[in-house]
Each structure stands twice: as structure tokens, then as C-alpha cells.
């Protein structure tokens, strides 16, 4: 079972890494995924994750208090808006638009809600 936890954690930070570089998908979340995959199957990889420079502060921040920093909440926010743009431009159905714009509402929501660092 802890292999296939480990598993899990490598896809997430994979998918977190690929997030770096492409607007639309989310990074955090992924490393916050991770750090849950990696402390049930891999103390070492759980401890190099959170004691990261880049990506330990976020996921520390979490999981102590449930905070985003007020610049993770800015970018996310103007990630979310370009994505949004991007399923414009796409020129897809009006019922699809409407529910990305739904979805996309709801997540700056919980973002914004969140408690700054």
C-alpha cells in the first residue's frame, strides 16, 4: 500500500511542477497532495517536500493554519482570470462557460476566504 501512496505523491509533484510553467493548472494543491501521499508512504520524501524552499513554505503555511499567502491568493486569482480568458477565446458553449465561470467563482471564493500567512 505504501508504494502505491508513493505513487501518488510523485504524480502530484509532477503535476505540481508541470503547473510552474502552464497558467492553467494548479500547483499547490498538487504539492499539498503530495505532502499527504508522502507522510503515508515515504518519511524521507514527506520531509524533502516540506523542508523545500519553494514548495515547503506553502504547504507548512497550510497545514498549520489553513493559510494563503496574500501572494499565492494573487496569482491563483490571476491565473484563474487568464484560464477563464483562455475557455473565452476558445469560443466553447455558452453552458460550459457558464459552468467554468461557476467553478472558477467558487475557488477564488476559497482562496479569498482563507487566512493570509
Known sequence: MRSIWFIGGAAS????????????????????????????????????????????????????????SIQMKRVATITIIAGFLFALFLDLRPWFLLLHFIILSGVTTFIWTRPNE
Do not use: M, Q
Open 13 to 68: 509533484v509532477a503535476l505540481g511542477a508541470i503547473g510552474i510553467f502552464l497558467p492553467l493548472l494548479p500547483t499547490v494543491p498538487f504539492f499539498l497532495l503530495a505532502a499527504f501521499f508522502f507522510a503515508r508512504s515515504s518519511e524521507f520524501a514527506h520531509n524533502w517536500l516540506i523542508n523545500h524552499n519553494t514548495f515547503g513554505p506553502p504547504i507548512k503555511d497550510w497545514n498549520e493554519t489553513g493559510a494563503i
